[in-house]
T-cell receptor, first 115, second 117 residues
Framework: AQKVTQAQTEISVVEKEDVTLDCVYE???????LFWYKQPPSGELVFLIR??????QNEISGRYSWNFQKSTSSFNFTITASQVVDSAVYFC????????????FGDGTTLTVKP | GAVVSQHPSRVICKSGTSVKIECRSL??????MFWYRQFPKKSLMLMAT?????????EQGVEKDKFLINHASLTLSTLTVTSAHPEDSSFYIC?????????????FGNGTRLTVT
């Protein structure tokens, strides 16, 4: 069985602070995909990143960066110099193989960035 | 812009009635679409996988007779909540990926907030 744990239910930071959202996963598959999504108050899920289990390279995209560590089964997400527009619920998800639709989602972390 | 369109975005219905939610892929074709349910401040729960031209695959615990799924074409899947009850009130989200692009990420619709009174 797969499981995704986002231990931080809510995080509140002040604008320009850096913030890291934690994600720990469990799976018996050797091939799997990890995802991060952003869900703003409007409700739609916005795809942020996909990483497969064979690619442990960290990734940076603008103010966003991701740290994938198989040794600790973690896929953490850091926002640098946070902005009010970053306020949203962020979900980490895990899928078996390429069928990303059958994903197991974490419970989400609600990030509030205050001006 | 959105590549998966979900309609309606909000719907209120009375107990006992049925509600249909549409999910359309706008710029690509999808042989498979997925339906999720999200409770307030909770995670997304996969309800079923919609397969074009064949029966949907339901996750354990999801009543197939209550949540009817039809994948009539490569760009349209519908979820019908039959004989709705207040406990069916929830946020329903569909997703799809481009079947011709293995590297395509999953695209989500904007969701439908269903309220059953």
């Amino acid at each position: 069985a797969q499981k995704v744990t986002q231990a931080q239910t809510e995080i509140s930071v002040v604008e320009k602070e850096d913030v890291t959202l934690d994600c720990v996963y469990e799976t018996r598959d050797t091939t799997y995909y990890l995802f991060w999504y952003k869900q703003p108050p409007s409700g739609e899920l916005v795809f942020l990143i996909r990483r497969n289990s064979f690619d442990e390279q960290n990734e940076i995209s603008g103010r966003y960066s991701w740290n994938f560590q198989k040794s600790t089964s973690s896929f953490n997400f850091t926002i640098t110099a946070s902005q009010v527009v970053d306020s949203a619920v962020y979900f980490c998800a895990l899928s078996e193989g390429a069928n990303a639709g059958k994903s197991t989602f974490g419970d989400g972390t609600t990030l509030t960035v205050k001006p | 812009g959105a590549v998966v369109s979900q309609h309606p975005s909000r719907v209120i219905c009375k107990s006992g009635t049925s509600v249909k939610i549409e999910c359309r892929s706008l710029d690509f074709q999808a042989t498979t679409m997925f339906w999720y349910r999200q409770f307030p401040k909770k995670s997304l729960m996969l309800m079923a996988t919609s397969n074009e031209g064949s029966k949907a695959t339901y996750e354990q615990g999801v009543e197939k007779d209550k949540f009817l799924i039809n994948h009539a074409s490569l760009t349209l899947s519908t979820l019908t909540v039959t004989s709705a009850h207040p406990e069916d009130s929830s946020f329903y989200i569909c997703s799809a990926r481009d079947w011709e692009d293995d590297n395509s990420p999953l695209h989500f619709g904007n969701g439908t907030r269903l309220t059953v009174t």
